[in-house]
């Protein structure tokens, strides 16, 4: 049965713990020490994800979240509203990955505590995920059997079944332009900030439609007010469902570019796009979404599939041939210093984690 009290003290537990991007060291001991005392086979691969081993029947299922939080994301104070978990406003709280990983330590305290059978689990709490799915990205699959998954890593209750997820392009632009005393010799200079903005005015960018979004988030530029910069550089990103359409809206990006730059032709630019990573689409009657709907709704929960817009760690598993799902992670508000996690929804996504484990329904 799980002890709603126990999941409560894990996840404050773990949210005290600062672990923004790059600095998971000591949140990846503390969830290796615990998984140790739960019984399983604990180990580090080479870029620092843990990977747990706990035998049991049947065909394995990996279960996931990662580690690392976004920034503001240290000195975190969770703070308990009735059934809801807040920080105290200066920082985010968290929930965004912590909810899982203390479903999935709770799930394994409850299994081991009924002493329920199951089938094989490997669990995998990866580093670097928000900066960039590195964790996934530089996991070690020899290390993992598993073709199926479970990744608690959306928004909202666990009755949210992403069925599909967008690719990624990473858009890094670097413009040089030349240098020129603001004041005096204007005329001689080459402005590369106002170079970045015709380009960026030019771009679609936003929602392009309903699979599909660009947006431009980080501009740096120049070196005083009296002096024409001479570079500038902005990233961004193109996301879309649709692998045609990820592929045609970064055209889009590359045509602007072009053509922007053929009217300063004594500047330079530098355009790294790089694929991050792939779409992916889950037909509805699939037998890992299948099973995850009946074993939801055995617990009284109404399935719902839904369509995400951000990208996760299952991106990265799915070119490894492990077919992983995202169910919601209990929390809401995530990247935010408004965000929470529901208690009773953490319980409910746990009952649904021991009983789809249970080796009574994994054939």
Same mark, same amino acid.
Request: one cysteine or more; charged letters at 25%; aromatic letters at 6%.
């Given at each position: #049965? ?25 949140? @990846? ?25 706990? =035998?049991?029947?049947?065909? =394995?299922? %990996? ?29 985010? %709280?968290?929930?965004? =990955? ?25 669990? *995998? ?8 799915? $590195?964790? @996934? ?21 666990? /009755? ?5 997820? =967008? ?24 402005? @590369? ?34 002096? *024409? +910069?001479?570079? @500038?550089? $902005?990233?961004?990103? *193109? ?25 300063? +032709? ?10 991050? $990573? ?7 009657? /699939?037998?890992?979404?299948?099973? #995850? ?20 760690? *299952?991106?990265?598993?799915?070119? /490894? ?24 929804? #953490? ?13 009574? %329904?994994?054939?």
């Amino acid at each position: #049965m799980v002890n709603k009290q126990r999941l409560v003290k894990t996840f404050l537990d773990l949210v005290k713990i600062d672990s923004p991007s790059g600095e998971e060291e000591k949140i @990846a001991k503390e969830v290796a020490k615990r998984l140790k005392a739960l019984g399983a086979k604990v180990e580090f691969d080479g870029y620092g994800n843990v990977i747990g081993k706990i =035998p049991g029947k049947g065909e =394995p299922i %990996l279960l996931n979240a990662h580690l690392d939080t976004v920034e503001p994301g240290r000195n975190i104070k969770p703070i308990i509203d009735k059934d809801r978990i807040k920080s105290d406003g200066t920082t985010v %709280l968290g929930a965004d =990955p912590k909810a899982g990983v203390s479903i999935i330590l709770e799930t394994l305290s409850s299994l081991a505590e009924d002493k329920t059978s199951h089938i094989p689990l490997e669990i *995998v709490f990866t580093r670097g995920e928000e900066s960039g799915l $590195f964790g @996934a990205l530089n996991l070690d699959y020899s290390k993992i059997t598993a073709k199926r998954g479970v990744t608690i890593d959306g928004e909202e209750a666990v /009755h949210n079944i992403n069925i599909s997820a =967008p690719g990624y392009n990473r858009v890094d632009v670097l413009i040089t332009g030349r240098s020129a005393h603001a004041g005096t010799e204007p005329e001689k200079g080459i402005s @590369a900030i106002h170079i970045a903005s015709r380009i960026i005015s030019q771009l679609k960018l936003g929602r392009i439609d309903h699979e599909t979004t660009a947006n431009i988030g980080i501009i740096e530029g120049g070196s005083a007010v009296n002096a *024409v +910069p001479e570079r @500038a550089r $902005f990233r961004g990103e *193109v996301r879309s469902r649709n692998l045609k359409k990820l592929e045609k809206h970064t055209r889009h990006f590359q045509n602007v570019f072009k053509q922007v730059m053929a009217k300063f +032709p004594e500047a330079k630019v530098e355009i790294d796009i790089q694929r991050e $990573f792939n779409p992916y689409l889950f037909n509805k009657d /699939h037998r890992v979404i299948i099973h #995850m709907s009946k074993t939801l709704s055995q617990l009284k929960i109404t399935p719902k599939l839904v369509h995400s817009g951000g990208g996760t760690d *299952v991106n990265i598993f799915h070119t /490894h041939g492990i077919e992983a799902i995202v169910v919601g992670g209990c929390f809401y508000n995530a990247h935010t210093t408004r965000e929470y996690a529901v208690i009773s929804q #953490m319980v409910q996504a746990t009952q649904f984690l021991q009983k789809l484990v249970s080796a009574k %329904l994994s054939s």
